[in-house]
């Protein structure tokens, strides 16, 4: 369930960044989004 949770959070903020945000600077906010969906999936205990 976790990696369920992990793509989709990643997914969608990656989507956001993509719309959201000039090419480069989505291409660098992976890093944080990555770190963002592992939290969200595995360490904040909600799913």
């Known amino acids: 369930m976790e990696r ?3 793509w989709l959070v990643f997914l969608l903020l990656g989507l956001v960044a993509d719309f959201m945000l000039p090419f480069w600077w989505a291409f660098a906010a992976t890093i944080p989004i990555i770190f963002i969906a592992w939290w969200v999936a595995y360490r ?3 799913f």
């Open 4 to 6: 369920k949770i992990f």
């Open 44 to 46: 904040s205990g909600w």
